[in-house]
T-cell receptor, first 113, second 117 residues
Framework: AQSVTQLGSHVSVSEGALVLLRCNYS??????LFWYVQYPNQGLQLLLK??????LVKGINGFEAEFKKSETSFHLTKPSAHMSDAAEYFC???????????FGTGTRLTVIP | GAGVSQSPSNKVTEKGKDVELRCDPI?????LYWYRQSLGQGLEFLIY????????KSGLPSDRFSAERTGGSVSTLTIQRTQQEDSAVYLC???????????????FGEGSRLTVL
């Protein structure tokens, strides 16, 4: 069985501060892991993905995430928040060999000027 | 087309009416997904189509919900006798199949916002 847990439905950071959005997964086999971003009134778009290559994955807009098998985590970070980062972020998992992508409940990021 | 297209973008209906939501996937994508996004609920998987295989309907919340995919391309999600709790944004996504070299990345449409009065 596979599932994703995102800690914190809302996160607020000041502009220029570190962004840390948490994601933990459970999977019985090696997973593929994803972060998607949803800007207001838009569909989801891929931010970055882990597919068993490098454990530190760099995505668009300065975001990165590190796959830590020992902690079953895939937290999303960005060193310095920008106002344009305000959006909802979804972590997702798919098991290798499976076809269905399971999403977390999302974390809404607010950036304070 | 260039991306996943969904219609209508907004639909307001009365309780008890039937609605149809349409999804045009990216050309060449064999996999198609429907998700429901409700306030505070994240993305709820509804149904998955892959080529000519039988769809995975395990996420459909009740027998009022059904979906078809004609000719391996366009899909229609039908909700019969709508209820107020059906109000949500319905998202469609498409992808290449894992066997075709995809790593599971889904491409999403902008969604159809359904409001049941």
């Amino acid at each position: 069985a596979q599932s994703v847990t995102q800690l914190g439905s809302h996160v607020s950071v000041s502009e220029g501060a570190l962004v840390l959005l948490r994601c933990n997964y459970s999977s019985s086999v090696p997973p593929y892991l994803f972060w998607y971003v949803q800007y207001p009134n838009q569909g989801l778009q891929l931010l970055l993905k882990y597919t068993s290559a490098a454990t530190l994955v760099k995505g668009i807009n300065g975001f990165e995430a590190e796959f830590k098998k020992s902690e079953t985590s895939f937290h999303l970070t960005k060193p310095s928040a920008h106002m344009s980062d305000a959006a909802e972020y979804f972590c997702a998992v798919i098991e290798t060999g499976a076809n269905n992508l399971f999403f977390g409940t999302g974390t809404r990021l607010t950036v304070i000027p | 087309g260039a991306g996943v297209s969904q219609s209508p973008s907004n639909k307001v209906t009365e309780k008890g009416k039937d609605v149809e939501l349409r999804c045009d996937p990216i050309s060449g994508h064999t996999a198609l997904y429907w998700y429901r996004q409700s306030l505070g609920q994240g993305l709820e998987f509804l149904i998955y189509f892959q080529g000519n295989s039988a769809p995975d309907k395990s996420g459909l919340p009740s027998d009022r919900f059904s979906a078809e995919r004609t000719g391996g391309s366009v899909s229609t999600l039908t909700i019969q006798r709508t209820q107020q709790e059906d109000s949500a944004v319905y998202l469609c996504a498409s992808s290449l199949d894992l066997e075709e070299g995809s790593t599971g990345e889904l491409f999403f449409g902008e969604g159809s916002r359904l409001t049941v009065l």
